[in-house]
């Protein structure tokens, strides 16, 4: 009963890198909110994952499909990050997320 392969990866920031860098990262990678007016107005502002479909599953550890693995390792790499990736057997709540990113994006 073998199910749809994905990748899975897991990431850290190098230590010595400072806050700065660090809070960018996460803002490029994951996306944001952005509030202006004092508040009064909300903008959302995507990552890279904003337009992968994707699962994070604690902090560090995403899953992803298999064809869209390469983005996620480009954007890693240019930024300094230690990663691994290992293939993984898509379990339905994976897919099912997927789908749902996926027909939110449209």
Known sequence: MAGKLGSIVVFRIL????????????????G????????????ERPGLLGTIPHRKLIRGVI??????????ISF?????????????VLEPEDERAFKRKAQSER
């Open 15 to 30: 230590r010595k890198t400072d806050s700065t860098r660090t809070s960018r990262f996460g803002k490029l990678l994951f």
């Open 63 to 72: 899953i992803v499909e298999t064809e869209d693995v390469s983005k996620v």
């Open 76 to 88: 890693l790499g240019k930024h300094g990050a230690e990663y691994y990736v290992r293939a993984v």
């Open 32 to 43: 944001y909110t952005d509030w202006s007016n004092k508040g009064r107005y909300s903008y």
